[in-house]
């Protein structure tokens, strides 16, 4: 039996808003997994003077609720500034859409995570954070969580690929458990750097692929 998708869901859905990438964004984050079904990536760009996001755009895999809580998210987020941004909630992204079948309910959550989530890679780009967390191991490990093992669609963390973590006065050494030449290394060394290079007191990102 089909879902009960309201009529803007369906909207949505057929003719999603702002779908793509923008390139050489002020910043991006992606949230979710493959593996379990939906992913969101969101990329920004931001006026340096006001904060106001001038362009929003997302790439959706998933389910109708998927691409319509994406679509409705960045329609809600353009023209504000990155504070007002931040204030968007679940509800309101579901409420937009006419709400949307409780089975699909994590579908806003991760459209909210995935603009909360680019809106504080922006932040640590240009030194905005303002509770500055010493990292960690901790702090990394939780970080790399969020980098996806493209051959798996599960994070680096679950798939063990990570074997090795080292933090010290700024520098950050990992072991992926990956040959160098693995076509997918390019990519898992970007998602790192994305994650961690950002970070306020970070230095630099050592990143060792074993052979």
Avoid at 60 to 76: Q, V
């Amino acid at each position: 039996m089909p879902l009960p998708y309201t009529e803007k869901v369906m909207e949505h859905f057929r003719h999603p808003k702002n779908v793509g990438r923008i390139d050489e964004p002020d910043a991006k984050a992606m949230e979710g997994s493959p593996a379990c079904g939906d992913m969101v990536a969101v990329y920004l760009k931001v006026n340096p003077d006001s904060k106001v996001i001038d362009d929003i755009k997302f790439e959706s895999y998933g389910c109708a609720s998927n691409i319509a809580t994406g679509s409705i998210i960045t329609e809600l987020a353009k023209g504000k500034t990155i504070d007002e941004a931040k204030g968007i909630t679940w509800k309101e992204a579901a409420d937009a859409l006419g709400g949307l079948p409780a089975i699909k309910a994590h579908c806003s959550v991760l459209a909210v995570d995935g603009l909360r989530a680019a809106i504080q890679n922006y932040e640590e780009r240009h030194g905005l954070v303002t509770e500055q967390e010493p990292t960690t191991v901790e702090v990394v490990i939780k970080r790399l969580k969020h980098v996806m093992n493209p051959v798996t669609g599960l994070d680096v963390i679950r798939t063990k690929l990570v074997k090795q973590v080292e933090v010290d006065e700024g520098k950050v050494r990992l072991v992926i458990d990956l040959p160098p030449n693995h076509q997918f290394a390019p990519n898992i060394r970007e998602e790192i750097q994305e994650k961690i290079g950002h970070l306020w007191d970070v230095k630099q990102v050592v990143i060792e692929f074993t052979d």
